[in-house]
C-alpha cells in the first residue's frame, strides 16, 4: 500500500498568516506606545508640573489619534481613552 502524499500548501493561506503576523504585531506596538504616553501624562500629572502636562497630554492625544487613524485601535476606544485623560488633567488643574 503506497503512503499518502503530503497535502498542497495553499499560499494564500500561508500569506494571510504572514500577513496577520506583521498587523499584530504593528498594532501591538501602537496600542504599548499608548499605554507609554498616558503613563508619562500621569506622572505629568502627579508631579504638579503644568507646562509638561500641557506637553504630555498633547503628545498623548497625538498618539491615540495615529492609532486610531491607523486601524489599530477603534475610534470610540480612542476617544474614551482621550475623554479620560482629558478629564483627569482638567480635575488636576481645577483642584
Known sequence: MAGKATPK??????????????RKLRNQAAKTKIKTYIGKLEAAISSKD?????S???????VIDTAAKKGAIHKNTASR???????????????
Open 81 to 95: 481613552k482621550i475623554s479620560r485623560i482629558s478629564k483627569k488633567v482638567s480635575a488636576k488643574q481645577n483642584a
Open 9 to 22: 500548501k495553499n499560499l494564500s493561506t500561508l500569506k494571510r498568516v504572514r500577513q496577520s503576523v506583521k
Open 56 to 62: 504630555a497630554l498633547k503628545e498623548a492625544v497625538s
Open 50 to 54: 503644568a507646562g509638561s502636562i500641557d
